[in-house]
């Protein structure tokens, strides 16, 4: 019953916005223009979003195809997962695509790009032309990073040769997109000069009574 229960979210996308939550049917509509594949859009009350694709290919590839930008938001999107907890993740974490450039091709393997995209966050998982391994020159897989601590532009393995010694080979790290960060609240999803905490309080408005005398009415 419960696998039952797992298989109809198989090919269901789960994502919610860094910044202000949008309306629903804003959400809907643009779902539904920019990823045809879409067959039904569910939202809860705590800013989730379930995005339902007609096949699994078709939700891998939006995944795969982000970050996605709507009106200037990000939406985070994960493939959803059972047991998945719906809570937003702490603010300093929020799940990037990056390439690893450089990368020996025995590493190549579920296993191997592990290793590796562990040196920058928790690996979630590769895309599909990174699985296939068609394309040789940068893995891409997703990651939950960190981005309050120091972003690695290389990381250094030690690749084991045949004589039983090893070398060691840099793999180049780029980030795909990283959300913009406040300095000052240090949430995710707007910068400084759109912090709501620093914005200027409006002064009182001054009015005049009935009886002629003037007072000051809060905003």
Request: hydrophobic share 40%; aromatic share 10%; proline share 7%.
């Amino acid at each position: 019953m419960i696998r039952n229960g797992a298989q109809r979210w198989a090919t269901t996308a789960v994502g919610y916005f860094l910044g202000k939550r949008p309306y629903f049917h804003h959400v809907n509509e643009f779902a539904r223009s920019v990823w045809p594949m879409v067959r039904e859009v569910k939202a809860t009350a705590n800013g989730f979003f379930f995005f339902e694709f007609k096949t699994m290919a078709a939700m891998e590839e939006v995944i795969e195809g982000g970050p996605w930008l709507f009106h200037g938001q990000a939406i985070v999107l994960q493939k959803w997962e059972p047991g998945m907890v719906l809570r937003k993740l702490q603010h300093t974490q929020v799940p990037v695509w990056i390439k690893l450039r450089h990368l020996p091709v025995e590493l190549w393997t579920t296993e191997g790009l592990s290793i590796v995209a562990s040196g920058v966050g928790k690996p979630l998982y590769p895309d599909a032309i990174t699985r296939a391994c068609t394309r040789l020159d940068f893995a891409r897989v997703c990651v939950m990073l960190d981005i309050s601590a120091k972003l690695l532009k290389h990381i250094v393995i030690m690749v084991p040769k045949e004589d039983g010694s090893e070398v060691a080979c840099k793999v180049d790290v780029e980030y795909e997109w990283l959300p913009p960060k406040c300095t000052t609240c240090h949430s995710l999803g707007h910068a400084l000069k759109d912090c709501p905490t620093t914005k200027p309080r409006q002064p009182p408005v001054s009015v005049c009574s009935e009886t002629g005398g003037t007072g000051a009415e809060s905003p």
